[in-house]
């Protein structure tokens, strides 16, 4: 609303004050502002409402205290009569962008006595902002928090018009977008969700961006966030891209959090994180390459099952963590080919591997502990099982099915440098329900006889 200027009258006078509850003064609106400074004379959502004593009216008038409770020098916000309403609106005049407290009162003077109302407090945050951001205009703030959906201004603009934004950039005293807060909205196919430099971003709620319509979400200046919640980013169709930052607070991607995000391509994870949940990247159906953590503990159940495009999983080892993988976690990913594990892994999941149809080679080590029922079940292709420096049978559990579909011509090619023969490694597993049975005589890939009994 250009060309709006705010008239704040502040007079001085030497009568007598006197708070009172003969004046009850409330706002409607909002009391956390964020002011960009594109937006100099923006009129906020809300009215202060007026209440004298029996009825009785007077000429009142508002002044702008600061935070000690004096009056306020060159204030960044001040009240406006509009269409018969008191509203705030921003004062920017050349103030450095930070917080201002403010406190507004509301006030009349009788027979020499200045007769005050209760104060209201303003929290205000003043932003640089760029001409290609979603201006400040269009959210709701409360606290510290965004949200809880988009909203205009008193001069309130559709959301249509958001298609004409590329760049949704969160403020820096943002310590927390709400849950459901940008829940559905029809965000321009290009938008790229930022965060400004020095934010205070802590958490992003669950469902906050559920099916919104952002491109790319670059979380790599968040130095503060803890945590982005279950489904926070469930079924957005058109992100491509999630970039996580290099924090020691932040360890854990949630359950569900990117479940369904179809177009997502690829993700690296920092070495902080420990932990990716149950489902966090189910159904991701154009993810080609993940770039593990190497302080990775734990990858959960269906944590990247069904991600049917999923070529490569770059695995980064650390001696000082044990790494296992749960149910499904990889299950359906056809388009893997070769695997070849790290060797801090010691637990594959019941069917963690399950369905990859494609997977014709595996790589394992010696420290793996245990490779659980189905583990590798209906995996038809597999042939060829590298089993480098596996020195004993005896620590090692296999549940049953493991590996019900592959070939028994084929099941060990080699065993690196491991004292175990390979016959006594068939030998070994011949028995489990987890394999057909193994025929005896020469096996044509390897040359290996089976032991006569």
């Given at each position: 609303m250009n060309g709006i200027v705010a008239s704040i009258p502040f007079i001085t006078t030497s009568c007598?004050?006197?708070?009172?509850?003969?004046?009850?003064?409330?706002?409607?609106?909002?009391t956390t502002l964020a002011i960009s400074t594109l937006e100099p004379n923006n009129v906020y959502d809300g009215a202060f409402s007026l209440l004298f004593k029996k009825g009785e009216k007077?000429?009142?008038?508002?002044?702008?205290?600061?935070?000690?409770?004096?009056?306020?020098?060159?204030p960044i916000i001040g009240v406006l009569t509009l269409d018969g309403q008191d509203k705030v609106i921003a004062n920017y005049v050349g103030q450095k962008p930070g917080e201002y407290s403010y406190k507004i009162e509301a006030f009349y003077?009788?027979?020499g006595t200045k007769h005050t109302s209760n104060l209201i407090d303003f929290t205000c945050y003043l932003c640089e902002w760029d001409e290609e951001y979603i201006p400040l205009s269009y959210f709701n703030f409360t606290s510290s928090e965004m949200g809880p959906k988009l909203v205009g201004p008193s001069s309130s603009m559709s959301l249509d018009e958001l298609q004409n934004y590329n760049t949704f950039c969160?403020?820096?005293?943002?310590?927390?977008?709400?849950?459901?807060?940008?829940?559905g909205v029809n965000f321009s196919s290009e938008t790229n969700l930022i965060f400004q430099d020095g934010n205070l971003l802590k958490e992003v709620g669950q469902f906050a961006f559920f099916n919104a319509t952002i491109k790319t979400a670059d979380f790599s200046n968040c130095l503060n966030l803890e945590?982005?919640?279950?489904?926070?980013?469930?079924?957005?169709?058109?992100?491509?891209?999630v970039v996580f930052p290099q924090n020691d607070k932040f360890t854990v991607i949630s359950s569900s959090c990117f479940w369904?995000?179809?177009?997502?391509t690829s993700v690296t994870f920092p070495d902080q994180i420990t932990t990716i949940g149950d489902q966090a990247f189910l159904n991701c159906k154009s993810l080609t390459q993940i770039n593990l953590s190497k302080n990775l503990s734990t990858i959960s159940n269906l944590?990247?099952?069904?991600?049917?495009s999923l070529e490569e999983i770059n695995w980064a080892e650390n001696s000082n963590t044990n790494l296992s993988t749960g149910f499904a976690s990889f299950a359906s990913?056809?388009?893997?080919?070769s695997i070849t594990f790290p060797s801090n892994l010691t637990v594959i999941g019941e069917e963690s591997f399950s369905g990859c149809t494609n997977l014709e080679s595996i790589t394992l080590h010696g420290n793996i502990k245990e490779i659980d029922e189905a583990a590798f079940r209906s995996d038809t292709k597999l042939s060829n099982v590298l089993w480098s420096d596996l020195c004993s049978l005896d620590d090692i559990t296999i549940g049953d099915y493991a590996f019900m579909s592959i070939s028994s011509s084929g099941l060990v090619n080699t065993i690196g440098d491991s004292t175990i023969t390979a016959s006594e490694l068939l030998n070994w597993l011949q028995g489990r329900p987890s394999l057909p049975p193994v025929p005896k005589g020469n096996f044509p890939t390897t040359g290996w006889t089976y032991p006569e009994e």
């Amino acid at each position: 609303m250009n060309g709006i200027v705010a008239s704040i009258p502040f007079i001085t006078t030497s009568c007598g004050s006197n708070k009172t509850n003969d004046l009850s003064l409330s706002y409607s609106g909002w009391t956390t502002l964020a002011i960009s400074t594109l937006e100099p004379n923006n009129v906020y959502d809300g009215a202060f409402s007026l209440l004298f004593k029996k009825g009785e009216k007077h000429d009142y008038q508002y002044e702008i205290l600061d935070s000690k409770g004096n009056l306020a020098n060159n204030p960044i916000i001040g009240v406006l009569t509009l269409d018969g309403q008191d509203k705030v609106i921003a004062n920017y005049v050349g103030q450095k962008p930070g917080e201002y407290s403010y406190k507004i009162e509301a006030f009349y003077t009788e027979n020499g006595t200045k007769h005050t109302s209760n104060l209201i407090d303003f929290t205000c945050y003043l932003c640089e902002w760029d001409e290609e951001y979603i201006p400040l205009s269009y959210f709701n703030f409360t606290s510290s928090e965004m949200g809880p959906k988009l909203v205009g201004p008193s001069s309130s603009m559709s959301l249509d018009e958001l298609q004409n934004y590329n760049t949704f950039c969160v403020p820096y005293f943002i310590t927390r977008i709400s849950g459901k807060a940008f829940n559905g909205v029809n965000f321009s196919s290009e938008t790229n969700l930022i965060f400004q430099d020095g934010n205070l971003l802590k958490e992003v709620g669950q469902f906050a961006f559920f099916n919104a319509t952002i491109k790319t979400a670059d979380f790599s200046n968040c130095l503060n966030l803890e945590s982005i919640e279950e489904k926070a980013f469930l079924s957005c169709p058109n992100l491509t891209q999630v970039v996580f930052p290099q924090n020691d607070k932040f360890t854990v991607i949630s359950s569900s959090c990117f479940w369904n995000c179809t177009s997502l391509t690829s993700v690296t994870f920092p070495d902080q994180i420990t932990t990716i949940g149950d489902q966090a990247f189910l159904n991701c159906k154009s993810l080609t390459q993940i770039n593990l953590s190497k302080n990775l503990s734990t990858i959960s159940n269906l944590a990247f099952s069904i991600c049917t495009s999923l070529e490569e999983i770059n695995w980064a080892e650390n001696s000082n963590t044990n790494l296992s993988t749960g149910f499904a976690s990889f299950a359906s990913d056809n388009s893997l080919t070769s695997i070849t594990f790290p060797s801090n892994l010691t637990v594959i999941g019941e069917e963690s591997f399950s369905g990859c149809t494609n997977l014709e080679s595996i790589t394992l080590h010696g420290n793996i502990k245990e490779i659980d029922e189905a583990a590798f079940r209906s995996d038809t292709k597999l042939s060829n099982v590298l089993w480098s420096d596996l020195c004993s049978l005896d620590d090692i559990t296999i549940g049953d099915y493991a590996f019900m579909s592959i070939s028994s011509s084929g099941l060990v090619n080699t065993i690196g440098d491991s004292t175990i023969t390979a016959s006594e490694l068939l030998n070994w597993l011949q028995g489990r329900p987890s394999l057909p049975p193994v025929p005896k005589g020469n096996f044509p890939t390897t040359g290996w006889t089976y032991p006569e009994e």
